[in-house]
């Protein structure tokens, strides 16, 4: 499998992202609305970034895609609800059982971003090593199960703020050390916050407090295997749980609908180069630079507007979103963090829906972009002498096809490509391009029961350099195949 892939097209990515995008802004231009709009619309590329993953519950043929729940979201029948006072109540969550098999090591390990490079040694239990690019791992995990409680107002208030909150949680935390006693390959997982939130709504208007998805590039692939970290994560997919405020309002005219959305973020940079990764993967250890800080002074401005239309039985949208923050180093330089995204959900045919995002930008660190680097720096360890803002471009596309109109069995095909400017490159930085493919089944088996099998194949370059800090060439590279099984009750 890995020879099939050698010779990887530099460019395939973007051209299909590029295409893609044109078509779906052409599409939304130019079908005629299915239904008529009755009042403002919820934004459902909002829905699918909040909810990729799980098959609805059966209901008719005519299921927008964009409806399609994930791992963490209530059951679309709210079987552990009831109405208290004036305030609906509910409890959901997915037990998440997952077995996956690599035939490479992968950093990440439970959630793969990218393998290690082929030629890099791996110890054994006997004293000696192999290549990185021969050893598979087998893992089983329930570690990305889900827990959440959301709350809404059951009543209007005549026209005033109606109130409404959610907590959400999985076991992706740090694993507990008992003074060394535990040994490495312990199972015990401690809880870790994933989205909380107080939100006020009134009419077309939404106000949000709390940690949420970031604004820009909302959407996620589908996946079961990637949860705790969303599918595509450091290849081609921003994503990022910050506390933030934010503000919504949407605006229908016939039969489309606008949503406008601004914010202000936490500015969380998650930079390995700068000792500031707030967030550790297995595998992916934030560096040692003693002496150096970062310093947050405003916070990270976000704002997204999108279209939304019917269109065969589901809705076409397309969002574009801009990010701006700033990021000053303890040696006096600041380095702008910037990104233009675009994202779009369309469905062709009722057995066919097209889904991505693409985006530009530079120091895209905060959102796994960059192949989490933001900055890059030299030499290959602290003390640091130069740094540069690492540019950055990339993006994903899946195609939704279901086999059966019933969401029981759905296949999902796509790709996504993250692809740093070499030229920002410096030796303490080297990763210059993660892509990777993907496919899976799902079936629903039962009544909140589903089973997913999905395949993923990853190419993962880097670049070395000489003992002047110049490029010279791509390194070996890291290639593997990752296969996942997983059986999701979700309730």
Same mark, same amino acid.
């Given at each position: 499998m890995n020879s099939f892939f050698q010779e990887w097209p530099e460019e395939i990515c973007k051209i299909i992202f590029i295409a893609l995008g044109g078509a779906a802004l052409a599409l939304l231009l130019s079908v005629q609305p299915a239904v008529a709009a009755d009042g403002p619309a919820r934004d459902d590329s909002k829905v699918a970034a909040t909810e990729p993953g799980l098959p609805p519950e059966p209901a008719t043929p005519q299921v927008s895609y964009d409806q399609?729940? +994930?791992?963490?979201?209530?059951?679309?029948?709210? %079987?552990?609800?009831? #109405?208290?006072? %004036?305030?609906?109540?509910?409890f959901y969550g997915t037990i998440?059982? +997952?077995l996956s098999v690599s035939d490479s090591q992968q950093v990440g390990q439970d959630v793969p971003l990218w393998p290690v490079p082929g030629d890099d040694p791996?110890? #054994?239990s006997n004293g000696t090593s192999r290549r990185?690019?021969?050893?598979?791992?087998?893992?089983? #995990?329930l570690r990305q199960s889900v827990m959440g409680f959301e709350f809404n107002r059951s009543e209007s208030r005549d026209g005033g703020w109606s109130p409404g909150g959610l907590v959400e949680m999985d076991f992706f935390?740090?694993?507990?050390?008992?003074?060394?006693?535990?040994? %490495?390959?312990?199972?015990? +997982?401690?809880?870790?916050?994933?989205?909380?939130?107080?939100?006020?709504?009134?009419?077309?208007?939404r106000i949000l407090a709390g940690q949420e998805q970031a604004i820009i590039a909302p959407l996620d692939p589908y996946s079961l295997s990637h949860v705790a970290v969303p599918l595509g994560a450091s290849a081609g997919n921003l994503w990022g749980w910050l506390p933030q405020a934010r503000i919504e309002n949407s605006h229908t005219w016939g039969g489309t609908t606008a949503l406008f959305q601004m914010g202000a973020l936490w500015p969380s940079f998650r930079d390995p180069v700068l000792n500031d990764l707030s967030e550790s993967y297995g595998g992916a250890p934030a560096s040692s630079n003693a002496g150096l800080t970062v310093q947050r002074r405003q916070p990270f401005y976000q704002a997204r507007v999108a279209l939304s239309r019917p269109k065969v039985g589901g809705v076409t949208t397309v969002g574009l979103g801009v990010h701006y923050g700033r990021e000053r180093v303890g040696t006096g330089q600041i380095f702008d963090s910037w990104a233009l995204a675009a994202d779009y959900s369309v469905p062709i045919f009722p057995r066919l829906t097209l889904r991505g995002e693409a985006y530009t930008g530079s120091n895209l660190s905060p959102f796994d972009g960059g192949i989490i680097q933001g900055v890059s720096a030299s030499p290959?360890?602290?003390?640091f002498t130069t740094y540069r803002a690492v540019h950055d471009m990339g993006g994903w596309a899946e195609c939704a096809v279901p086999v059966t109109l019933d969401f029981r069995n759905v296949i999902y095909l796509g790709a996504g490509t993250d692809d740093p400017h070499d030229g920002d490159l410096l030796p303490a930085a080297p990763r210059s391009k993660n892509s990777f493919l993907w496919a899976s089944y799902f079936r629903r088996l039962a009544d909140g029961l589903t089973l997913?099998?999905?395949?993923?194949?990853?190419?993962?370059?880097?670049?070395?350099?000489?003992?002047?800090g110049q490029i010279e060439e791509r390194g070996v590279p890291g290639r593997g195949n990752v296969f996942n099984l997983a059986l999701a009750y979700q309730f």
């Open positions: 399609i729940p +994930n791992a963490g979201a209530p059951s679309a029948k709210g %079987k552990l609800e009831r #109405t208290a006072g %004036k305030y609906d109540l509910r998440l059982v +997952n791996v110890p #054994t990185a690019g021969v050893v598979g791992e087998t893992l089983f #995990t935390d740090s694993r507990p050390v008992d003074l060394g006693l535990q040994p %490495k390959s312990q199972v015990l +997982n401690w809880p870790r916050f994933r989205r909380g939130y107080f939100q006020l709504q009134r009419g077309t208007w290959d360890e602290p003390p997913a099998v999905e395949w993923s194949y990853w190419d993962f370059q880097y670049r070395e350099f000489s003992p002047a």
